[in-house]
């Protein structure tokens, strides 16, 4: 992960930790697990899918998953899992709440 945070362009000092899930721990609690049949049959297994997620105090406000009946994966329509889509997302449920 030190690779890919280098490769990202992430700080040492940066508040953005990346970590990754190598028993798919993470990927099974949150029920993130790929089950589309094209990874499998190639021999990946338990591949997360592509999501984001807000988290406000421990409890999840927001979840987005990139994925299509042709596109299990995500990777040709990855938009609704990056940062300015979740930041849309995030302004958009501050300000509901602002209203209520």
């Known amino acids: 992960m030190m690779a890919w945070s280098e490769d990202q362009g992430v700080p040492e000092d940066s508040m953005i930790t990346l970590m990754g899930d190598p028993f798919g721990d993470l990927t099974s609690?949150?029920?993130?697990?790929m089950t589309h049949p094209g990874p499998?049959?190639?021999?990946?297994?338990g591949r997360c899918k592509r999501?984001?997620?807000y988290v406000e105090n421990g409890i999840v406000k927001i979840v987005r998953i990139a994925e299509a009946e042709d596109d299990p994966a995500g990777d040709d329509k990855p938009e609704?899992?990056?940062a300015d889509t979740m930041v849309d997302a995030i302004?958009?449920?501050k300000s509901s709440s602002d209203e209520l």
Do not use: Y
């Open 29 to 33: 609690s949150l029920d993130m697990e």
């Open 40 to 45: 499998a049959s190639v021999g990946i297994t």
């Open 51 to 53: 999501f984001a997620l």
């Open 80 to 82: 609704v899992t990056l």
């Open 91 to 93: 302004k958009a449920l």
